[in-house]
């Protein structure tokens, strides 16, 4: 038992001791993407393009008619690219290390050792799965380009994912052609957003650089390598939860009113609409269990709780108050609702008259 628990003690050692040599990551990509791909959903170049061709011709008929909600219409539409499942997990690890960008500065003033090796490969593995799962539900994505990078060239772009458009089409029987119009609609809602509202990239950055920068000391090494980690460890706690419970307000009003919008103009502009809204409805009930337990643990389920959460908000305003008084959430981060107003619309509506 000495002799074992001597072994012990020298396995953690060499566990937990610094490696000079290794190289300091956050994630290995290459390896988040092969678990991500590895169910396949591949479609065709030549019909990726022709797609695209056709959504770009669907986009320059729709986005006029956004105006019916949104005012300052019309806006600059992206450009839209139709994906198979392995160029949309491509997309979002580009996007990824866009946004990733400060942490893994972070992560270069740590040292590595086999137990952060370790972390990473679990974390490696996690977040490939995690993509695998978006790759297989996302119909459409709107990508903003939010980026603590300044040198970023990238533009916004807007992504419709074939082979899940093509599964809701078989399974619910739908018209192609109208699906993928009404999925567009919820997409270019974005794009109006983002377009004439440029404070909402920039607050959404300052939120995450805010609680990036909270993590590091003053002398630029990280919170955990500070002395006064126990100190400072509290408030940092609640600061970055009040400004996750404000991203979260937001992305509640950016999906729900997505929503409000797509339903809203294709209620009038697309036929069969019921039946599109009824089969994407039963798309979101009809989850198995380990899908129910994966979106949960991932938090990906909230997410879809901002859809309803934010849309019922805007149904309720627009109701009771109108579209002008809806529409002053664009107007600034200080007009968007808190978490507490978005289930009570009426103290969000007496607050901004």
């Given amino acids: 038992m000495g002799a074992l628990a001597a072994a012990a ?5 060499a566990f937990f001791k610094p490696n000079t040599q290794a190289k300091r990551r956050l994630l290995d990509w290459d390896s988040v993407r092969r678990t991500a791909v590895e169910r396949g959903g591949r479609v065709s170049a030549a019909r990726r393009a022709t797609q ?19 005012p300052d219409v019309p806006f600059d539409v992206p450009q839209i690219t139709a994906l198979d499942r392995p160029a949309f997990v491509d997309a979002n690890i580009r996007i990824a290390q866009r946004v990733l960008v400060p942490v893994e500065r972070l ?6 050792s086999a137990a952060t090796a370790l972390s990473r490969r679990m974390m490696d593995r996690y977040v490939g799965e995690l993509f695998g799962l978006m790759s297989r539900r996302v119909l459409g994505q709107f990508d903003p380009v939010l980026s603590l990078d300044t040198e970023t060239t990238d533009t916004a772009a807007l992504f419709m994912i074939e082979p899940n458009l093509d599964d809701v089409q078989r399974s619910s029987q739908l018209d192609g052609v109208a699906l993928r119009r009404w999925i567009l609609l919820h ?10 509202h440029p404070w909402l990239s920039e607050h959404i950055g300052e939120s995450i650089r805010r609680m990036v920068v909270e ?9 955990l390598q500070s002395r ?19 991203l979260q307000s937001l992305m509640s009003v950016l999906e729900g009113y997505s929503n409000f919008v797509m339903h809203r103009v294709g209620e009038r502009h697309i036929e069969g609409a019921a039946a599109l809204q009824a089969a994407l409805r039963r798309r979101r009930r009809e989850r198995t269990a380990i899908e129910r337990l994966v979106l949960t643990i991932t938090g990906l389920e909230m997410k879809m709780r901002q859809y309803d959460v934010g849309e019922r908000f805007c149904s309720q305003v627009a109701d009771r ?13 200080e007009m968007m609702p808190t978490a507490a107003e978005l289930k009570r619309p009426g ?3 007496a607050r901004v008259g």
């Fill in 52 to 70: 695209s061709e056709a959504y770009q011709a669907f986009a320059a008929e729709l986005a006029p008619l956004l105006g019916e909600v949104c």
């Fill in 215 to 223: 993590s590091v000391s003053a002398d630029g090494t990280s919170l």
């Fill in 228 to 246: 006064d980690v126990l100190q400072r460890l509290p408030e940092m706690l609640r600061s970055q939860i009040r400004t996750v419970m404000s």
């Fill in 9 to 13: 003690v020298v396995g953690a050692r």
């Fill in 107 to 112: 992560r270069e003033l740590l040292p590595e």
């Fill in 347 to 349: 103290d969000w509506i």
């Fill in 187 to 196: 997409e270019l809602t974005h794009a109006w957003q983002f377009s004439r």
């Fill in 321 to 333: 108050a109108g579209l002008d008084v809806l529409n002053r959430v664009w107007e600034s981060a």
